[in-house]
């Protein structure tokens, strides 16, 4: 008999690929993917530091701030 094992996952939704890949590049989805990795989604809180990003991605530091800063102004974050 196979037992069901819950594994951690994070959701990533199409669209994210399908329609901001190309604008936010490898890095920013990479970031994104990043971030919603840390989405608490019971309260919708979600702070990772940009040290902790660029650890997990194998990036500089300033990499994840650079591209968030950016992002912002071009409002393709959503975090879903």
Same mark, same amino acid.
């Given at each position: 008999?196979?037992?069901?094992?819950?594994?951690?996952? $994070?959701?990533? +939704?199409?669209? =994210?690929? +399908?329609? !901001?890949?190309?604008? =936010?590049?490898?890095?920013?989805?990479?970031?994104?993917?990043?971030? #919603?990795?840390?989405?608490?989604? #019971? $309260?919708? +809180? !979600?702070?990772?530091?940009?040290? $902790? =990003?660029?650890? #997990?991605?194998?990036? +500089?530091?300033?990499?994840?701030?650079? $591209? =968030?800063?950016? #992002?912002?102004?071009?409002?393709?974050?959503?975090?879903?």
């Amino acid at each position: 008999m196979a037992t069901s094992i819950l594994v951690p996952h $994070t959701r990533i +939704d199409n669209s =994210i690929i +399908d329609d !901001c890949a190309a604008q =936010i590049g490898i890095y920013g989805l990479g970031i994104y993917v990043a971030i #919603k990795r840390h989405l608490n989604q #019971k $309260t919708g +809180d !979600c702070y990772p530091s940009y040290q $902790t =990003i660029a650890r #997990k991605l194998g990036i +500089d530091r300033s990499r994840p701030s650079a $591209t =968030i800063r950016a #992002k912002f102004q071009i409002e393709t974050w959503k975090v879903q």
